[in-house]
């Protein structure tokens, strides 16, 4: 997976494995490994910085594992060890080996924000690839963006480039507020009072809350396609606008990369592979089946039974835990993309040619953020 750019799964599969067994040599290598790849590819500085931290600590304590014959091949010996060093030229020992627990924590507000921001931090769900390394707080920060980006002079493009972005960011954060209360929130709301419904006899579960999970899907599948536009926008595929969705972008583009190799672009098509139902992801064929109900048919969610109960050509149900399950799994793709979209325009802005006198580079940030009390 880190060979292809999916950096976010192959760490949590590392990490998985360092759950059962914390000493697993060749896991904390390879998160190592993975973790060095990554930083070569972040724009933000202290994120290198911190991505390359932590690779040294994995891949020394790997190395170490490996004199108490804990299963090291020799080959991976010698690979671990040459990244090693290779970090230990660019910082001193004393400030590469520095821990995280020791940078500033931040405040995560009252209980109910602190309860969700505390889930997002657990299921790596922050627009930040320190969440990837630690769940601190110090990653509890949507702060992904694009980077400074060099246009002719006359193109005012820019512009439509950070609105689209931030979109993509709000309507993420949104959706996964959404899910986040879908799955806690165990009260009746008064907006589902005095709505008659029949009894179909038949366990499905009508409610507020069930919509929401349903609202948050929706959002976070079309966000894909807004990506596919995205890309064919910027990287000027040239793919009729009405005929534009995500794995159709990515896959042209995946095509026309230059000889420059771009691991973000890589993993934007792993990731189109993965939701146009293969077996990549044994979710993907229930996440286009579902979204396909939920827009042109019936979806409904129910108490008890499996995928096939009460299925027909018309409707789809699906027990709630697998429904919520497999929301997640989206919700977590749509991360791995909107991060691999924001590092691919990085990459692809630094293999620019020089700006000539046509050209002018412009600071994503010149124009400040937009301060949290402007959104109500």
Known sequence: MNQHGRYTEALECYGKALEESPDFSMALGNMGICLKTLS????????????????????????????????????????????????????????????????????????????????????????????????????????????????????????GYLAMFNQLKQEFASARFLYYDSINNENFHFSDKDVSLVNPLSYQEYS???EKCKIAFRIMYSLLDKIG??????????????????????????????????????????????????????????????????????FQVITYGDYECIKDNDILSMGRAE???????LIKIVRSSIIALSLAIHRNENIKNSASEKQLTMPILHTGFIEDQWKI
């Not at 657990?122 to 963006?145: C, F, G, Q, R, W």
């Not at 429904?323 to 799994?329: A, H, P, S, Y």
């Open 40 to 159: 070569l590819n972040l724009y933000d500085i202290n994120h290198q910085v911190h991505a390359l931290r932590f690779s040294y600590n994995y891949l020394t304590k790997a190395v170490e594992n490996n004199t108490e014959k804990k299963g090291l091949h020799e080959t991976a010996h010698i690979a671990f060890t040459s990244v090693i060093k290779n970090i230990e030229e660019i910082f001193s020992i004393n400030n590469v080996s520095k821990e995280i627990s020791k940078f500033k924590g931040f405040d995560l507000g009252n209980t109910n924000e602190k309860s969700y921001r505390e889930w997002c931090l657990e299921n790596i769900l922050y627009l930040n690839p320190i969440n990837d390394m630690i769940k601190h707080t110090v990653s509890a920060h949507d702060i992904i963006h694009l980077p400074d980006m060099t246009f002719d002079m006359e193109d005012e493009s820019i512009y």
């Open 323 to 329: 429904f919520q399950e497999i929301t997640l799994n």
């Open 229 to 298: 536009f995205f890309i064919n926008k910027y990287f000027k595929l040239g793919i009729n606008e009405r005929y534009v969705y995500f794995s159709n972008s990515v896959q042209e583009l995946n095509t026309k990369q230059s000889n420059h190799y771009n691991w973000s672009i890589d993993s934007l098509y792993w990731i189109s592979k993965e939701v146009t139902g293969n077996k990549i992801n044994p979710y993907s064929l229930k996440m286009n089946e579902i979204r396909n109900h939920l827009e042109h048919k019936f």
């Open 208 to 210: 507020y809350n069930v």
